[in-house]
């Protein structure tokens, strides 16, 4: 079976932990969708290390990590992460295995993502400008460049007719763009090299053999699912699916093989870049949160929107992706509170509603709120569910109950050994 691990908000809940913390558990972990625009931050031994593309299980010794079909790969950043991993020793022929389908991010592709964000001008939907859209608009358009092209003799001819393309739509955007293509491709061409030197697979035939060998394996989710191409907060949103149902399309298994579902989501609310926010804070207590909880994107450094707990849209992610477990990060953030509010409901178009509706605009929605008693308690040093204070016992156990899903993981700091298992 696969255990799926996702997002259950605006991304940056805390994935790159959750995953170091359960490898143990997995022989297999795997990335399934998205691409560089993630960043997946682990701490532990004192170091910080955040993955864009590279699967969160690198560090441990037993882990084999897949790039599935689902994932969009920049060479020049998965070289840039190799390289920052050197220090490691880690056998990446034989830890890293490259799915032979997942797509190809071009120079140009990051030239368009660039081109296409400035026109939209004030309208601009807060691209991490990574080139993300414009490859998944190829792999849909049927022109785009896959791993497995990088084996056959002409991959050259077909990455010189696509990039001929793309400066040509460059000139459709009315835009100064400025740039050195021969620069950025001799980049290109040198980490496609280190590219090559990795082993390639087919691997859907490679995940469903693993399964029939009794292998555990662990997909692991990037972004979250309100950015969904399908399910988010349309159009500010990614371009692949990030619920559930992408881990089967993005490895090539099917939906009766996937087991646990382990959804995470933070103890309040953040969204990078443009887009609604219900419960978004513009006083003291969403820039406490900001500071507290260090809210900068890993990938974008932008800071991130913070805001109460939005349970309506939590409730959404965890019945479009059969969540089974709960994991809520970043409870210290809230340490200090003494009054907590947790969105129970939406008043849309002057009609309470506790499901989320079509459109999440402010002009449409407005937020009501559940008051809780904060805690004062650092919960830094806690190890074990019993030393929890009674006020985020009774916050969590409010959560559940809405839900309907127990929350098995309270994070409360960064460190991998900052877990409380429950």
């Given amino acids: 079976m696969v255990d799926l691990l996702l997002g259950l908000q605006w991304g940056d809940e805390g994935k790159g932990k959750i995953v170091d913390v359960l490898t143990k558990n997995y022989d297999i972990i795997a990335r399934f969708q998205g691409g560089p625009n993630a960043g997946h931050t682990l701490i532990f031994d004192g170091n910080k290390h955040v993955l864009h593309t590279i699967p969160s299980g690198i560090f441990h010794k037993k882990a084999i990590n897949i790039v599935g079909n689902g994932v969009v790969i920049d060479p020049v950043i998965f070289k840039k992460e190799i390289d920052n991993l050197s220090a490691y020793k880690i056998d990446f022929k034989s830890k890293l295995l490259i799915s032979r389908k997942a797509h190809l991010i071009l120079p140009t592709h990051r030239l368009l993502d660039a081109a296409s964000e400035t026109a939209k001008g004030k309208a601009k939907i807060g691209s991490t400008l990574k080139g993300i859209g414009p490859t998944y608009m190829d792999k849909t358009g049927r022109n785009g460049i896959r791993v497995g092209d990088l084996e056959l003799e002409n991959w050259k001819d077909k990455y010189n007719a696509l990039t001929k393309k793309h400066l040509k739509m460059l000139n459709f955007f009315e835009v100064d763009i400025q740039y050195d293509l021969a620069e950025l491709e001799e980049e290109f061409y040198e980490a496609i090299a280190v590219l090559k030197k990795l082993t390639f697979i087919d691997s859907e035939n490679y995940l469903n053999q693993a399964i029939n060998d009794g292998k555990t ?28 149902a992408g881990a089967c399309t993005g490895l090539g298994v099917a939906p009766n093989r996937i087991g646990e579902v382990f959804g995470i989501f933070k103890a309040y609310t953040t969204r990078v870049g443009s887009g609604p926010f219900p419960t978004e804070l513009f006083d003291d207590d969403g820039k406490t949160m900001a500071t507290v909880g260090h809210e900068f994107g890993a990938t974008t450094g932008r800071p991130r929107r913070c805001g109460w707990l939005d349970l309506v849209a939590l409730k959404y992610a965890v019945q479009i992706n059969g969540v089974t477990q709960l994991m809520m990060m970043k409870g210290d953030v809230l340490s200090g509170f003494d009054r907590l509010k947790v969105c129970t409901s939406y008043t849309y178009k002057g009609t309470e509603v506790t499901h989320l509706p079509y459109n999440i605009e402010p002009e449409n929605v407005s937020v009501n709120y559940t008051e809780f008693k904060g805690w004062q308690a650092d919960l830094t040093a806690l190890e074990s569910a019993s ?4 006020n985020l016992l009774a916050y969590i156990d409010f959560i559940e109950k809405e839900v309907a899903v127990p929350i098995k993981i309270v994070s409360v700091g960064p460190d991998r050994k900052q877990t409380v298992f429950r």
């Fill in 217 to 244: 394996i662990l997909a692991e989710g990037a972004q979250g699912s309100l950015l969904d191409i399908d399910f988010g907060t349309y159009p500010y949103v990614t371009s692949s699916t990030t619920t559930a």
């Fill in 387 to 390: 030393q929890l204070p009674e």
